[in-house]
Nanobody
Framework: QEQLVESGGGLVQPGGSLRLSCTASGFRLAYQSVGWFRQAPGKEREGISC????????YYADAVKGRFTISRDNGKNTVYLQMNSLQPEDTAVYYC??????????????????WGQGTQVTVSS
């Protein structure tokens, strides 16, 4: 069964850090572009960071640029999102997704591909 599973979410104080993991089973993540998306209450889901399958090119939304870093470990079939300097506005459910798309198209993806079930990130003092 092909699936993606996110982990690493939780409650963190402003200024803190978290690392999210997205692990695939049933297919090789190395052959897919992978993206991290988030959906805050009352807002649409948005692509915040993506990495492609070929040359490791990355994309970051302006809201997270300089604070978040996406990386992949093909040996572990896992993609990570290191999140630093977290702020309350980063509070959301974070999803990962995988598809055969360019890195820009990946972060604009609304449907299709593989999606995880999401992990909650709450930034609060």
């Amino acid at each position: 069964q092909e699936q993606l599973v996110e982990s690493g979410g939780g409650l963190v104080q402003p200024g803190g850090s978290l690392r999210l993991s997205c692990t695939a089973s049933g297919f090789r993540l190395a052959y897919q572009s992978v993206g991290w998306f988030r959906q805050a209450p009352g807002k649409e889901r948005e692509g915040i960071s993506c990495i492609n399958s070929s040359d490791g090119a990355t994309y970051y939304a302006d809201a997270v640029k300089g604070r978040f870093t996406i990386s992949r470990d093909n040996g572990k079939n896992t993609v990570y999102l290191q999140m630093n300097s977290l702020q309350p506005e980063d509070t959301a459910v974070y999803y990962c997704a995988a598809a055969s798309r360019s890195v820009q198209a990946m972060c604009a993806m609304k449907s299709g591909g593989y999606w995880g079930q999401g992990t909650q990130v709450t930034v609060s003092s």
